[in-house]
T-cell receptor, first 116, second 116 residues
Framework: KAGVTQTPRYLIKTRGQQVTLSCSPI?????VSWYQQTPGQGLQFLFE???????NKGNFPGRFSGRQFSNSRSEMNVSTLELGDSALYLC???????????????FGEGSWLTVV | AQSVTQPDIHITVSEGASLELRCNYS??????LFWYVQSPGQGLQLLLK??????LVQGIKGFEAEFKRSQSSFNLRKPSVHWSDAAEYFC??????????????FGTGTRLLVSP
């Protein structure tokens, strides 16, 4: 079974630009969540999607957004990039269904974003 | 609110020696607990998880962890460390609300160095 796939792995953007990151979850998983990892703030939850609906959102500004498609693939977008947005963005997938008590969350390799 | 404390930022262990990484959590209900490992430039790999039942859980790569409710701890152990275990280790706690989703709250991580 293929794992969580994230693209692109590395990218460099300029301040003020926008960026879109993509995530394909494990087959059969309907929940996709996103985390930001930085040296200063550690791992922080961004948002989670289930069946194309955002169910939960972390404490990030509105410049951070996402969506999920009918095939469970997800994208996140950051607009008006700031230097502080430089981070590793991790996507995670899980079954997400309440019938699965104790969902295990699996992570992708991440997308490294550098803002210059 | 949930929180996780990993009191050791760095730990150095000799190859072949035993290892214990500490993790304390704060959560009002029965926690779902995880240990992840991250090698440089990589995503998070799940080592083991605790949802319920036996408080001593076995994971991959010879790791185990013990859940102690009275101490709010979930320490990770390995009897004999290999040089390939050098990485950063993250403890995380997840709540499972009725939606079926878990938002993971991570500790700040412990970097493990293995000396020859």
């Amino acid at each position: 079974k293929a794992g969580v796939t994230q693209t692109p792995r590395y990218l460099i953007k300029t301040r003020g630009q926008q960026v879109t990151l993509s995530c394909s979850p494990i087959s059969g998983h309907r929940s996709v969540s996103w985390y930001q990892q930085t040296p200063g703030q550690g791992l922080q939850f961004l948002f989670e999607y289930f069946s194309e609906t955002q169910r939960n959102k972390g404490n990030f500004p509105g410049r951070f957004s996402g969506r999920q498609f009918s095939n469970s693939r997800s994208e996140m977008n950051v607009s008006t990039l700031e230097l502080g947005d430089s981070a590793l963005y991790l996507c995670a997938s899980s079954p997400g269904d309440r019938a699965f008590s104790g969902n295990t969350i699996y992570f992708g390799e991440g997308s490294w974003l550098t803002v210059v | 609110a949930q929180s996780v404390t990993q009191p050791d930022i760095h730990i150095t262990v000799s190859e072949g020696a035993s290892l214990e990484l500490r993790c304390n959590y704060s959560y009002g209900a029965t926690p779902y607990l995880f240990w992840y490992v991250q090698s440089p430039g990589q995503g998070l790999q799940l080592l083991l998880k605790y949802f319920s039942g036996d408080t001593l859980v076995q994971g991959i790569k010879g790791f185990e962890a013990e859940f102690k409710r009275s101490q709010s701890s979930f320490n990770l152990r390995k009897p004999s460390v290999h040089w390939s275990d050098a990485a950063e280790y993250f403890c995380a706690v997840g709540a499972l609300p009725n939606t079926g989703f878990q938002k993971l709250v991570f500790g700040t991580g412990t970097r493990l160095l293995v000396s020859p």
